[in-house]
């Protein structure tokens, strides 16, 4: 269905669209890229510009290819005629620029009516038999084909930030997805040397459901005063391998990301206690206090001001890493259970898209069951609260000694 002679369409030219436009540029497509914006998509083209001339002088890359690739990238300016009205409608864009395209992919704000809106006009536009993609990381994949024809061409394609390094792709068909879209489009990830995963169009896909704890206990123990941001950090880092702690992880995404996420999984799930927010990172964020990009988030990122010194405690820290580690494994456990995704791809997405030291199901297997079902029944008991509810999946591997991934 797709190959290299395929033009690749892409709406949005923040961050992500930017990246995704420079993957299937590097990978040999012709590319459209516009954004509502005035101005947006030839920053863009020129950000990309400046990133392959960065791989280039590391000598990762020779000056012909990032010639070939810039050359491949065509950016479209929005109308003149609605310039005026583009803080109002984020979806204006010259729709009639992606008709030639196979392939169309929207990076654009994380709003269900204003995707929809875009892609019942894509659908106008484009051929009978083009793929219409969505970069959604929180909204039902459904929800934004409702409104478009043909919506069996409609498919969610997560790539994560930045594209152009991290190589998982959660492709994610909704009900209604033609299986050959689904398969041709774990084909082409394929071919953009991606690690494409297929899950089911549930709230936060795989990693922005499973990884929830991550943020979400961190928060629980600093707020109940067992450990601060700085120990936690340290604990999960030093002792449980991850590559960074929860709470520098949420000041380099964004508190304003990062809860807003949480909020949305949340909501979506009916208020499932697992996942509900936490009025610290909202105080954070009503403040201003977005992380790295704003200076200051649980950390202090300005000029002069000191590091916080962790307690380097490994037997209170060893309880830190046991307690967040159990929440995240009954999440994959359970996400097994409700039919997300295969146990392979579970895994496989922890591991690429979040870089965490090893798959979730593949630890419960080396820990044991019966381990981690003892911290969450303990967790519930101490606390009284339904978060600690270990998955029904969980219980019966304890009882029958079962493994997830052997």
Partial sequence: MFDVSTTVGVVGAGAMGRGIAQVAAAAGHAVVLADARPSAAAEAHATIAGALAGLVTKGKLDAATRDATLGRIAVVEPPAAGRATIEARTTLVDVGAFARCGLVIEAIVEDRAAKRDLFARLAATVADDAVLATNTSSLSVAAIAAGCPAAARVIGLHFFNPPPLLPLVEVVPWAGTSPHVRDACLALMAAWKKTPVCCSDTPGFIVNRVARPFYGEALRIAEEGTADYATIDWAMRTIGGFRMGPFELMDFIGNDVNFAVTRSIYEAFFFEPRYRPSLTQ?????????????????????????????????????????????????????????????????????????????????????????????????????????????????????????????
């Fill in 282 to 406: 909202q105080a954070l964020v009503a403040s201003g206090f977005f992380g790295r990009k704003s200076g200051h988030g649980y950390y202090d990122y300005r000029d002069g001001a000191p590091a916080p010194e962790p307690t380097r405690d490994e037997a209170a820290g060893a309880v830190i890493v046991d307690r967040i580690r159990a929440m995240l494994i009954n999440e994959a456990v359970d996400a097994l259970r409700l039919g997300v995704a295969s146990a392979e791809a579970i895994d496989t997405a922890m591991v690429a898209g979040v870089n965490y030291p090893k798959g979730l199901l593949a630890w419960c297997d080396e820990l044991g069951a019966g381990a981690v079902l003892a911290t969450l029944e303990g967790l519930r008991a101490e606390y009284g609260e339904e978060r600690y509810r270990p998955s029904p999946l969980l219980r019966q591997a304890a009882r029958d000694r079962r493994s997830f991934r052997s």
